[in-house]
């Protein structure tokens, strides 16, 4: 899965818009194979639970355009950020020029009024990025939102993707009980946790249906397995 947007360089964090296009590629990627399986799981045979993932899951172009547009913006604010430093340098450089032909007192005034430019534009500047970050953090916010999935698998009633928000609490004895509950003879679950800085997954919780104080809090992309 990819989409054609513009390579511009990174500014502010050291990436590339083509880094963030393969994370959003990545992402999509693992939504898509998390789908896959647990319709596989169903008893889906291997065609067919491709396409219906990609039925389940939507517009995967769509979304992909969404979070390249907020990628792009946000670039763009760092270049306007970048650009308006540069011209309050040029123009701090013209006025030290100046004063060194003017009087003491008149190279005193403009020296002033230079460094009161620079803050001005660095105060601006500053608002721009941090407007710019707040806009890309609700925009990913929002998204993450919408696609806030965990995954239940096994001897439950309905198996399959749920939102985080019908799980109840983000508990995943909850999130048993929203679909549909345990089948007889299910004793524990497992919580499978994808890591955060890699593709890595690991078990991080198994807990007993009969005990729930062993209950734990969920996050989106966890696959709760009932055995």
């Known amino acids: ?54 039925r389940r899951f939507g517009d995967a172009a769509r979304i992909a355009r969404e979070c390249q547009h907020i990628a792009t913006k946000e ?17 701090s450089l013209t006025l030290s020029v100046a004063v060194g032909f003017s009087a003491v007192a008149r190279a005193r005034r403009a020296a002033e009024e230079s460094r009161a430019v620079a803050e001005s534009a660095q105060l601006h500047a500053v ?10 953090t609700a925009a990913r916010d929002a998204l993450a939102q919408s696609q806030s999935l965990i995954y239940i698998t096994g001897m439950v009633a309905r198996p399959g993707p749920m939102t985080l928000g019908k799980a109840g609490s983000r508990s995943a004895i909850r999130a048993v009980i929203a679909a549909g509950g345990a089948n007889a003879g299910a004793e524990g679950v497992v919580i499978v946790r994808r890591g955060k800085l890699s593709e890595s997954r690991s078990v991080v919780a198994t807990i007993r249906i009969d005990a729930p104080e062993t209950d734990v809090a969920l996050e989106a992309n966890d696959v709760v397995t009932v055995k």
């Not at 670039?75 to 123009?91: P, Y």
Request: charged fraction near 25%.
């Open 1 to 54: 899965m990819s989409t054609a947007i513009s390579r511009e360089p990174g500014m502010g964090n050291g990436r590339t818009i083509r880094d963030i296009d393969a994370d959003i590629t990545d992402e999509l990627a693992f939504h898509l194979e998390c789908l896959e399986q647990m319709l596989r799981e169903q008893g889906r045979p291997p065609d067919t639970a491709a396409q219906e993932a990609q």
């Open 75 to 91: 670039q763009r604010m760092w270049k306007k950020i970048a650009v308006t430093l540069m011209v309050v340098l040029a123009v």
């Open 127 to 136: 608002a721009a990025q941090q407007e710019a970050a707040r806009q890309a």
